[in-house]
Every structure is written in structure tokens, then in C-alpha cells.
């Protein structure tokens, strides 16, 4: 029958593909039955080829690390400062706490009973002796004066800092040990005012001076 003839088509069976021998050296990869080491555990938490999540906490982990660091700038700058300035009142932990003011007696003593020592090398003074000057008042700088006075002759002093109270009136110069008091006496002879007062109030020092208002009054330009 021909294509062309009527609506007739030509239709022939489909030709069956020769099978096609593999070639030399090409070898199929054999099936195997699936077992437990084909399949990767979910506990790996891997993405991908060699990722993994970032463990949790590392940004906590930074961020106090830069807070440790900053505190620690600012109690040094704090520390540094309160040695340059007798206005700021600063104690580091270990270096000694900020110690109240005693009670004053009814009666501090304004006249010594012994002869005012102020040379440091006519006093017989005990190992360690240091002298702390306490600024009572809300004049700034006042303490170095104080200090100034005291070392001229050769005292030794040791902290300068402002007391707990800053409205002191009257200057009192407190000694912890009886064999003290001429020396104490030396000290208000030297700043020009002040009463002595036997008190163990301040362990850290033999002789500790409260400034008062009536210093401030001479010591102001």
C-alpha cells in the first residue's frame, strides 16, 4: 500500500535495540543489601562536607571578657586618681577598707600635758610609723597641704584621702599609743591647730589627723 493513497498510513512495528555487549574493562558496581553502615547518624551535626554548628555560648563568652577588661580599666583609673586627688576616696579590696570617724571625747585634750615634739629625730618612734592624713572638709586639696607641713620636717606620711565626714569643724589629731602624744601635740604644733586625742579608731596608722574647718581657715590663700 502506498503512504501517499487515501488516509492509509504506514505502520511498522518498532525495531527491537541489538543488545550491545559491555566493553572490555567496564565493570558494573554490584548491589548490596543496605545495612547499618550506610546510614549516617543525625548526633554527627554536620552540614554539609566539614561544617558544623558554632557551639552556643561563644558570644557570652566575649562579651564578658570585654567587660572583665573594662572593669578593670576603670578601678585602675579610679585607684590612680584617688593617689593624685585627697577628693576622691577610693580603696581597692586587699588595700584597705574606708575606716568611720570616731566619736570625738567630751573633752579632747587642747593643751598637752608633755612638751610638743615636731623634729622627727628628737622622738622615739616604733617600727613601721606612718602618719595618715584625713581631709574633713569640702576644700579640695587641703590634705596635700596638711601633708606638705608634715613632711617638711621629716615626718613620714602615708595616705592622703578625705575622711567619711567632710563637715568637720575642729582638726583633731588622734594617737593610738599613749608614748604618742608629744608627738601628736608636734602635729597641731605644725599645722597651727588642732587637739589631740588618744584613740585606737585607726589601727593602720600610729597618728592619724582629721582636718577640720579651722584649718581650712589658715591653709586658704
Known amino acids: 500500500m ?88 577610693f ?42 592624713v584625713l581631709n574633713g572638709t569640702e576644700v579640695d586639696g587641703l590634705g596635700a597641704t596638711a601633708r606638705d607641713l608634715i613632711t617638711a620636717p621629716g615626718w613620714p606620711v602615708g595616705t592622703v584621702t578625705s575622711a567619711a565626714q567632710t563637715d568637720l569643724t575642729q582638726t583633731v589629731i588622734y594617737y593610738k599609743d599613749p608614748t604618742l602624744e608629744a608627738v601628736a601635740a608636734g602635729m597641731a604644733q605644725l599645722l597651727g591647730v588642732g587637739v589631740v586625742e588618744l584613740s585606737d579608731a585607726f589601727p593602720g596608722a600610729a597618728i592619724t589627723i582629721a582636718l577640720g574647718a579651722d584649718f581650712a581657715e589658715i591653709a586658704a590663700p
Open 2 to 89: 502506498s503512504a501517499h493513497n487515501g488516509d492509509a498510513h504506514d505502520v511498522r512495528a518498532p525495531t527491537a535495540l541489538p543488545d550491545i555487549p559491555l566493553a572490555e574493562g567496564i565493570i558494573t558496581m554490584a548491589e548490596y543489601t543496605p545495612d547499618r553502615f550506610d546510614e549516617i547518624p543525625s548526633s554527627l551535626g554536620r552540614v554539609g562536607a566539614h561544617r558544623a554548628p558554632r557551639p552556643r555560648g561563644r558570644g557570652w563568652i566575649a562579651f564578658s571578657w570585654a567587660a572583665l577588661a573594662t572593669g578593670a580599666l576603670v578601678v585602675g583609673g579610679l585607684y590612680g586618681l584617688s593617689l593624685i586627688s585627697d577628693r576622691v576616696n
Open 91 to 132: 580603696e581597692l579590696p586587699g588595700f584597705g577598707t574606708a575606716e568611720p570617724m570616731p566619736t570625738p571625747t567630751e573633752s579632747p585634750s587642747p593643751t598637752p600635758s608633755v612638751e610638743p615634739i615636731t623634729d622627727p629625730a628628737l622622738a622615739q618612734l616604733p617600727a613601721g610609723f606612718v602618719i595618715t
